[in-house]
């Protein structure tokens, strides 16, 4: 590669590669708003008199999918699970890096060998698990997200409390604190950055995850927004392309609009999640 | 202070363990366990040794759907690491509106799989319409419908660990060399590249492991077809768990045979690129 020497023409043409880059949801955009037996045909002509369906798609989609339901339910299991994982995960690193006896390093080497495990090896036997104990429930899934995310979770937490010095507890335990204000008064807040990361790369994962939810959770009563969109495919037969691209409007926005509030935290939080496996 | 921390194990480690417990261990265990046996619930299983793995042998669509998967992970590796180092090391310059170019390329990462697979099947369908085809054509469709639509989705995720991996560069190292009297090219080849090797490993290691693990985009944008020719390897197990009544312990033994390559891979991945890194 040669060096910049034209930085505006660079501009340009990496301004037309990112409207390239986001054609496919302008495209779904557009023809969200068109009859639906106008999709197939011409999904690249814009709509006009003829086509135009107005708000007839987003009413249907929001009714097929039950939409409102399912995107609560995935709020509810996000940032659930989420809050699970940073809470016990982080107490349960601490512990590991301080303690430091075999059954911590034991505990450790699991969470590590939990990280290379591919999900489709514990989904048959896993989704009887949570079965038998009843936890086919948007707040019984907590657990599950808990215990198979533990891995990444632990991981990153380790690395971020092995340099903690440990002369700051010790001054907090002369000063008479035991380990549960000493973790939350102390430790939790020095964890924030690290705290920040995971919550990133949980939230990215279980917001956006299909078949944990689909072979743990009970579907009929309840569905994440992957879950229904996935219905909307199967379950009518034909598929109302109308309504499909109605409902997939309105689940990109919202993470589109959470993406523009919060982008640098995310960047950073993916990059500092980048630690070597 | 760690003696007393040592007695209050059942607070900090107590719950993570046990959903641990729950959420990992013992599907694990009895995951293994259940790979040699026949099975349709999990409390009829009878034992039949290796008989589930000598059925894999001969499971053609399974055969196919590994070799399938191993060249959409090579092919998918080499273009998203190639495009995502490339994009980054322009948008490391000063390319005016660079902040707002790397957040539209990071942008797909945060919308899930399903949803990208339906994206992608109108904008592939519409253009294959052109030739009176659509990407269940046939399996050659599906893999390079597949390989465009992750491209896209990790391009911006692996550009982003890139951009920080190359800006953790210092300037001195690169001047030196432009003392040295190398051109860019030399610069990016001899110095950037092996400077870069822990943010190659990460990356290398991601796309690897996303490769062989891809699902949610598979179901959405082919779904197999045709004829299951497009089956990725989770979906093939899928597919024979939830398809096939009766053959729950074969698919339980393919996901044995997937976790073992999974695993592999992930560490002979990392002893491979980790040899390779040096300092400056």
């Known amino acids: 590669m040669t060096t910049v020497r034209h930085p505006r023409l660079w501009t340009v043409v990496f301004s037309l590669l990112s409207l390239a880059y986001i054609y496919p949801i302008v495209l779904v955009l557009i023809n969200s708003f068109k009859n639906k037996v106008f999709i197939s045909s011409e999904p690249f002509a814009l709509p006009n008199s003829e086509t135009w369906a107005g708000m007839d798609n987003y009413v249907r989609g929001i009714e097929q999918t039950d939409f409102f339901a399912s995107f609560g339910w995935t709020v509810v299991i996000t940032v659930g699970s989420t809050l699970m994982i940073l809470l016990c995960t982080s107490m349960t690193a601490w512990w590991i890096v301080r303690v430091d006896n075999r059954t911590a390093r034991t505990l450790y080497l699991l969470f590590l060998f939990n990280m290379i495990v591919p999900f489709q090896m514990v989904m048959f036997t896993l989704s009887k698990v949570a079965n038998m104990l009843h936890l086919g429930n948007p707040f019984g899934i907590w657990i599950i997200y808990l215990g198979f995310g533990a891995g990444l979770a632990v991981f990153i937490f380790t690395g971020f409390v092995k340099a903690i010095p440990f002369e700051i507890e010790e001054a907090a335990t002369i000063d008479g604190a035991g380990p549960v204000q000493i973790f939350f008064r102390v430790i939790m807040p020095i964890m924030r950055p690290s705290i920040i990361t995971v919550a990133i790369l949980e939230v990215m994962w279980i917001w956006n995850d299909y078949l944990l939810p689909y072979l743990v959770l009970d579907i009929r009563k309840y569905k994440t927004l992957s879950i229904a969109i996935q219905y909307l495919k199967g379950g009518y037969g034909t598929v109302d392309m109308g309504a499909m691209m109605a409902v997939l409007v309105l689940a990109i926005v919202p993470v589109i609009a959470f993406y523009l509030f919060s982008q640098r935290h995310i960047i950073k939080g993916v990059v500092a999640g980048a630690v070597k496996g | ?280």
């Open chain 2, 1 to 280: 202070m760690i003696r007393t921390l040592r007695r209050w194990g059942w607070l900090f480690a107590g719950p993570t363990f046990l959903a641990f417990l729950v959420g990992f261990i013992v599907p694990f265990a009895l995951g293994i366990y259940l790979s040699f046996t026949k099975f349709t619930t999990v409390t009829d299983s009878t034992w039949v040794g290796l008989e589930n793995y000598s059925k894999i042998l001969g499971d053609e669509v399974f055969v196919h759907s590994l070799w399938y998967t191993v060249a959409f992970t090579i092919v998918t590796t080499v273009i998203i690491n190639v495009a995502a180092f490339a994009v980054a090391y322009m948008l490391t310059k000063a390319i005016k509106g660079r902040n707002l170019f790397r957040g539209v390329f990071f942008m797909p990462n945060l919308i899930g799989g399903i949803i990208l697979g339906y994206v992608w099947l109108l904008l592939l369908n519409g253009v294959l319409a052109w030739w009176e085809r659509s990407i269940s054509f046939s399996e050659w469709y599906g893999f390079w419908g597949m390989v465009v639509l992750l491209s896209w989705q990790q391009i911006g995720y692996l550009m982003v660990i890139y951009v920080a991996g190359i800006q953790g560069i210092s300037d001195e190292v690169i001047e030196a060399a432009r003392v040295d009297g190398a051109n860019n090219r030399q610069i990016v080849r001899r110095v950037m590249l092996p400077l870069l090797m822990p943010s190659i490993t990460v990356c290398t290691f991601l796309t690897v492991t996303n490769g062989f693990k891809m699902f949610d985009q598979n179901l959405a944008l082919t779904n197999g077809a045709p004829s299951r020719l497009s089956e990725l390897l989770a979906l093939n197990i899928y597919n024979t768990f939830y398809g096939r009544p009766g053959f729950e312990g074969v698919g339980q033994a393919k996901a044995v045979v997937f976790f073992v390559i999974v695993a592999a891979i992930a560490i002979i991945q990392n002893r491979l690129t980790t040899a390779k890194e040096v300092k400056a």
